[in-house]
């Protein structure tokens, strides 16, 4: 069965810090682009990170200095590690594999399977 599962959502207060896992089950991701993607109520989904097969790595402008996207091929798994967070990062968290070679660009059209999602809340 053919999954990707992320993992690490919760509660955290203003300034806090997640780590967010994306693992993938059934295929690898070793040769895929990845995203991390986010949706708060009411709102549309937008793009957070990117990272391609060679460790290239993209920024929503919301989230740069701030969050650090990685991968580790031996664990099949990209990471989203979140610091400094902010009432407005919360969401729920998607990960997903990019279909396209825009992957950079953090549209979700551009990636075509994904996971159920975890939910970060940001709050005091």
């Known amino acids: 069965q053919l999954q990707l599962v992320e993992s690490g959502g919760g509660l955290v207060q203003p300034g806090g810090s997640l780590r967010l896992s994306c693992t993938a089950s059934g295929f690898t991701l070793d040769f895929s682009a990845v995203g991390w993607f986010r949706q708060a109520p009411g709102k549309e989904r937008e793009g957070v990170s990117g990272i391609n097969r060679s460790n290239g790595t993209k920024y929503a402008d919301s989230v740069k200095g701030r969050f650090t996207i990685s991968r580790d091929n031996a664990k099949n798994t990209v990471y989203l590690q979140m610091n400094s967070l902010k009432p407005e990062d919360t969401g729920v968290y998607y990960c997903?594999?990019?279909?396209?070679?825009?992957?950079?660009?953090?549209?979700?059209?551009?990636?075509?399977?994904w996971g159920q999602g975890t939910q970060v809340t940001v709050s005091s």
């Open positions: 997903a594999t990019a279909r396209s070679s825009g992957w950079f660009l953090l549209r979700p059209a551009d990636f075509g399977f």
